[in-house]
């Protein structure tokens, strides 16, 4: 470093990245929130609060895993996913600012960049 100038240590990009994720993710659940009625976030939070004869509750149900391919274990998969269609249009909570088919999470979207796209050239 010629000029005397030090890039922060990993720490510090840890810590500012772990903030930029808390606000980001703070942002995303306010507008999920913002797109729920009134009587959907209370069925969210029987979820949680309502509890079965043996102390689980409705959440923990819902998000029990798969079991093995049986008629009997496609029919409560069935019967969660009437539950989880019960408690309103997900699709409209989850509505973002991209347009269709272009989230950061879309399969194919670059997710770094290498040097040739940063302008940089090589020898």
Do not use: Y
């Not at 989850?94 to 040739?116: K, L």
Request: hydrophobic share 30%; proline share 7%.
């Amino acid at each position: 470093m010629e000029a005397g100038l030090k890039l922060p240590g990993f720490s510090t990009f840890d810590k500012m990245a772990s903030k930029i994720r808390t606000e980001v993710n703070a942002s995303i659940r306010a507008g999920i929130h913002d797109r729920m009625s009134a009587a959907q976030r209370a069925g969210l939070m029987r979820l949680l609060e309502e509890r079965d004869g043996d102390g689980t509750t409705l959440f923990n149900r819902l998000k029990k895993p798969a079991k093995g391919p049986a008629w009997s274990h496609f029919k409560n998969l069935a019967k969660r996913l009437e539950r989880v269609d019960g408690l309103g249009d997900t699709s409209v909570w989850m509505e973002s600012r991209w347009p269709r088919g272009r989230s950061p999470t879309s399969p194919g979207r670059r997710t770094r960049r290498t040097p040739r796209s940063c302008g940089t050239t090589h020898p």
